[in-house]
């Protein structure tokens, strides 16, 4: 049971304690890096070999898994990385030796996952208060088991996302997620029409990010939109994405509508200006959505 946060400067909510105080964190969430320590490496949930078992019953899962193996640069994109022709769980059995990366989705269809993720979820409400908390939406958690010395390539998320180390160390680069020379403008309005790979990685983007060392008990806060890359250290990595997705006004919709306004010749404000009009530009994205759904059922 989640023990309450108090203003006051009390950290701890069950598995999960804050380096500095609720207001601190508050103030950096969805802003900038933060650290978060927490008690999952004493759990067996993350065991490697009890993740081969999480692995199958994910692999019946279409979408629920993905991985690959290679050697990776820091600039390079997914997609390009080769993946192993062998099954899921057996990728994770050769996974010291193999130079792969492996996500499970969904893992909490198992209730003791469950069990983490409503925490974390409970803990992070807390943390954002109930004015952000409002729109902090669909709590998801990824277990990412990877080789040794692996790299995780440069990206950016639209989701607000920890990034929780369970076993072995990496070392992390977070950039500003408010840094347009790093991730442009067009960068997150291309992601958001679909190239999931936007952003290019440049090497003086090392010393302009946030550099951590991130060891089994330690977790750190990623924003939306802050471009961040991993490397791996010498052992095996278990790590836990834990995330959660905004409304479509804060940012998807209104990116989606600019893209089009932009093309009409308009030079349409970024999210987070005028609340009403991302409100707005989010309400007529998805009425054009509805009326393209139904046009295309007539048609059909
Ligand atoms: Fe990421």
Not at 38 to 61: C, M, N, P, Y
């Amino acid at each position: 049971m989640l023990k309450r946060m108090q203003p006051d400067g009390q950290t701890q909510a069950g598995n999960w304690r804050l380096e500095g105080t609720i207001q601190e964190a508050r103030q950096k969430l969805h802003n900038e890096p933060f650290l978060v320590s927490h008690d999952l490496d004493k759990s067996d949930l993350f065991d490697v070999r009890r993740l081969v078992e999480v692995a199958k019953s994910a692999a019946h899962r279409p979408g629920d898994v993905y991985y690959d193996a290679g050697d990776v640069a820091i600039g390079d994109k997914w997609g390009q990385i080769p993946v192993p022709d062998m099954p899921v769980d057996q990728v994770i059995e050769r996974i010291e030796h193999s130079g792969a990366w492996v996500i499970l989705k969904q893992v909490e269809k198992d209730p003791a996952y469950a069990a983490v993720l409503n925490e974390f979820a409970d803990f992070v409400r807390a943390v954002a208060g109930p004015e952000l908390a409002r729109d902090l939406r669909k709590p998801e958690f990824l277990v990412i088991v990877s080789s040794p010395n692996r790299i995780t390539p440069f990206h950016f998320d639209a989701e607000i996302n920890f990034l929780v180390q369970v076993r072995g160390e990496k070392k992390v680069w977070i950039c500003d997620p408010h840094d347009r020379s790093i991730i442009t403008q067009s960068d997150i309005e291309a992601y958001y029409s679909g190239v999931g790979t936007a952003g290019k990685w440049r090497p003086e983007f090392e010393s302009k990010a946030r550099h951590l060392v991130l060891k089994p008990g330690s977790a750190v806060h990623i924003p939306t939109h802050a471009a961040h890359w991993v490397h791996n250290g010498a052992g095996v990595s278990v790590s836990l994405s834990l995330n959660f997705e905004f409304p479509g006004w804060r940012n998807r919709d209104v990116y989606l509508v600019n893209n089009v306004l932009k093309k009409l010749g308009m030079r349409p404000s970024p999210p987070g200006k005028v609340h009403a009009i991302d409100v707005a530009k989010s309400v007529a994205w998805q009425s054009a959505k509805r009326v393209g759904k139904v046009l295309g059922q007539t048609r059909g």
